[in-house]
């Protein structure tokens, strides 16, 4: 193992702390700017699956940030983008680290592909003591393989629903949906009254139903709020064939042609938000809170018509997944040095940005940090009468580690088939419990009570610095 600084490359024998040490001295002396990095042409790839995440002109921000950074040290970036669906930015990012010579210095990395890619990609716990002392334990896990710190957390995101606010003060809701049963009764309704009002093709509920990592999200939070487990526990129990889980299977296929439309099941995450977004024929929809936040000030129509909440709940939780995107360092980056560089900066840059977020919003949006809305939300999921838990969970991807992917897609494959009529929940989950069985070697067993850790305890839903700032999904439910 070795870095490369400059043009000098630095190696040690994984025995020797001492020599260990010193490069990291020699590593921080550089970054603080004792020893300046030198303003010979180098330049930096980073290869970027958030590239088009962006609904707005912020895209171009973060290419000004990327010039920021090159006014600043001298150190060039190219900015690369990848293909649209999780499944294959992952495979695109694990041939670019494996082929060697040419590799992305820095590579986004999704929450779940740590397991997958650590053996590609640097330990950076060394470089980022302070940083992460300023970052959620939780998600800093999540980033992290065997101790090592396969990624720096970047953007965290968390799902949640989002609804039309004009619609549900048209059929007189005063809040929007807390649990799915809510959720279905106001979705069949808003549905009947828009057909009756002539929106012929208007549905209820629309969700990513196609064959990707997407569809594990949904189908996470409805299992899990229904208290069917986490596919795997953290345990290593694979707990997916279980009563719970199957009928949360069930419900969803049952939605399909009454609340959500037939073609949900081909709805890619970004075929569905523009479909919510812009031709306005649903009143509800399962997204990300962070294309939310980076769409909402300056998309008038969603400022104007559309607000965010907490996933529904289930009979025994209220379960959101966790996603987001950490920063790695390829093992075999001919410019470690200034690649590290660049990482720190962007994480440094983007909690500026969070800071200054936070201000707007708390100007701008009062409500967003009105702490009546939470405590209103916590006391209408606590009349629901059930003991609830509500917060943030993990997809199964550190204890599958690099088997996440298979898992996910064995999963994703069950799961698809059930909504399609394909075949029968209980059957589809017999043999896809054989299946985990197979791809990791683990035994089978119950769902794990465990509780998952509020969204509170994650702090912003978006951001480097998940610790500050704190607010959850259910503050920004008030109608205005
Ligand atoms: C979002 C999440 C990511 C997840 C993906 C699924 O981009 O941030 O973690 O894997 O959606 O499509």
């Not at 004009?166 to 009764?185: I, N, S, V």
């Not at 049952?254 to 649903?282: K, M």
């Not at 939310?292 to 129509?301: E, G, K, T």
Request: charged letters at 25%; proline letters at 5%.
């Amino acid at each position: 193992m070795g870095l490369t600084i400059g043009i000098c490359k630095v190696s040690w024998p994984r025995s020797t702390k001492t020599a260990r040490i010193v490069c990291i001295l020699l590593f921080s002396l550089i970054l603080h700017g004792e020893h300046p990095l030198s303003k010979e042409s180098v330049t930096v790839t980073f290869v970027d699956p958030e590239w088009s995440h962006d609904l707005t002109e912020h895209t171009v921000v973060a290419d000004d940030r990327l010039k920021d950074f090159t006014q600043e040290t001298g150190i060039g970036v190219k900015h690369l983008p990848t293909p649209e669906t999780t499944l294959d930015q992952l495979d695109l990012v694990r041939k670019l680290l494996r082929q060697g010579s040419s590799t992305p210095d820095v590579s986004g990395v999704d929450v779940i592909w740590p397991g997958v890619l650590s053996e590609e990609l640097m330990d950076l716990k060394p470089y980022l003591a302070t940083e992460l002392s300023s970052i959620n334990a939780d998600v800093a896990a999540s980033y992290t393989v065997k101790g090592k710190l396969v990624a720096a957390p970047y953007h965290s995101d968390i799902g949640v629903l989002f609804y039309r606010r004009d619609l549900l003060r048209r059929y007189g809701y005063a809040t929007p949906p807390r649990t799915w049963d809510e959720l279905e009764q106001m979705a069949a309704r808003i549905q009947k009254g828009e057909r009756a009002r002539g929106q012929k093709d208007f549905w209820g509920f629309l969700w990513p139903g196609a064959a990707g990592e997407g569809l594990t999200c949904n189908a996470l939070e409805w299992q899990v709020s229904e208290g069917g487990g986490r596919i795997i526990e953290a345990d290593g129990n694979i707990s997916v064939n279980n009563p719970d889980a199957i009928r949360s299977w069930q419900r969803a296929a049952h939605w399909i042609g009454w609340i959500s439309p037939p073609f949900v099941t081909s709805l890619q995450e970004w075929d569905a938000i523009n479909d919510f977004y812009h031709r306005g024929t649903s009143a509800f929809y399962r997204g990300w809170a962070r294309t939310y936040l980076l769409s909402v000030r300056d998309i008038p129509s969603v400022r104007d018509t559309i607000a965010i909440t907490s996933i529904p709940a289930g009979k025994n939780a209220q379960a959101a997944t966790l996603g987001g995107f950490g920063l790695g360092l390829s093992r075999s980056s001919r410019h470690s040095a200034e690649a590290l560089h660049l990482i720190r900066f962007l994480i440094h840059r983007e909690i500026e940005i969070e800071e200054a977020r936070a201000d707007y919003e708390s100007r701008n949006w009062p409500e967003l940090y009105d702490p009546t809305a939470i405590l209103r939300a916590k006391r209408s999921s606590a009349e629901t009468g059930k003991q609830q838990v509500s917060g943030v969970v993990a997809r199964p991807s550190t204890v599958a580690g690099e088997k996440y992917e298979e898992v996910s897609r064995a999963y994703i494959q069950a799961v698809h088939s059930v909504l399609l009529g394909q075949s029968r929940a209980p059957e589809a989950a017999a043999s896809l419990e054989r299946e985990l069985v197979r791809i990791t070697g683990f035994k089978t067993g119950p769902p794990s009570r465990n509780r998952v850790p509020t969204q509170k305890s994650l702090g912003r839903v978006s951001g480097a610095r998940p610790a500050a700032a704190s607010t959850t999904a259910s503050a920004h439910d008030s109608l205005k």
